[in-house]
């Protein structure tokens, strides 16, 4: 995306103002731990909340909409993590006015893979693809179509985006049919042994056995075998201590089998 010329100006300050709570050893210790996937300044997401409050009041509040988005779009391409974050912020204090060119530009820089990585995937899932599906049908199968994507980060969207709203169910600010959906992205990328994409499903299908048990132990029997330890770890953890020992065992049984089998 090229940069509206009025707003470099503003992109080097938000810049600059992350860069002012830098710190070199934390720079190190969250690409460290980020294992290089991403870039960082070496910010702290508290501290980054703070930089952003300050920014929206003083800097961007005031910015048109179409103008928000196009700093946050712009943000969102730069090579530091924090800098993407402060882009993400921006989306999230327009949850009614995320449309499908937004989402459709995010698309495009996960497929390219200028955006990657579970911080990141989980981030614009929460702050922008959640407020796009929110209460919407048309939305919500558009973001679904992810689960068949070759991308790994978009396949964990297409179950991440929902987390927060598959505790409600079928109820609002959901509809009819939302959680069978949710099961139907799950049984695609369930079949991804990429670990990313299992533990993505698995925190789904924590979400929806709060809304329907009975779904979510149907699920687990039926895809047994497609479970990584660690996914199916996170499917259960809402469960009581029996239950999740019952499953875990049956889990490690049914692995056995598989492995002295093959």
């Not at 003083?58 to 530091?80: F, G, P, V």
């Not at 990657?116 to 614009?124: E, I, M, S, V, Y």
């Amino acid at each position: 995306m090229n940069k509206i010329p009025s707003l470099l100006p503003l992109i080097q300050k938000v810049q600059a103002e992350i860069q002012k709570v830098a710190n070199p050893e934390t720079k190190i210790f969250i690409e460290k731990y980020m294992k290089g996937i991403e870039t960082y300044r070496g910010v702290k997401y508290t501290q980054m909340k703070d930089v952003f409050k300050v920014l929206w009041a003083n800097d961007i509040k005031n910015l048109s909409t179409e103008l928000k988005k196009e700093l946050a779009h712009a943000l969102i391409q730069e090579e530091h993590s924090e800098d993407r974050y402060i882009g993400l912020l921006i989306f999230e204090k327009l949850p009614k006015e995320i449309n499908l060119e937004d989402v459709n530009k995010f698309q495009n820089l996960f497929e390219k893979g200028h955006l990657r990585g579970w911080a990141t995937t989980d981030l614009t899932s929460s702050r922008v693809f959640k407020n796009f599906v929110k209460g919407n049908p048309k939305n919500t199968d558009h973001i679904a179509t992810w689960k068949d994507s070759d991308n790994i980060w978009l396949q964990r969207a297409s179950c991440v985006s929902f987390v927060v709203l598959a505790k409600h169910g079928d109820k609002a600010p959901n509809f009819p049919g939302f959680l069978k959906g949710r099961i139907d992205t799950c049984e695609i990328t369930i079949n991804n042994p990429e670990r990313f994409v299992q533990l993505g499903t698995g925190w789904l299908l924590r979400e929806i056995g709060i809304a329907d048990k009975r779904m979510l132990t149907d699920f687990i029997s039926s895809n047994m075998e497609e479970f990584s330890r660690e996914g199916l770890r996170y499917a259960i953890e809402k469960l009581d201590t029996e239950e999740q020992k019952s499953i875990l065992d049956k889990h490690k049984e049914k692995s056995l089998k598989n492995k002295f089998s093959a």
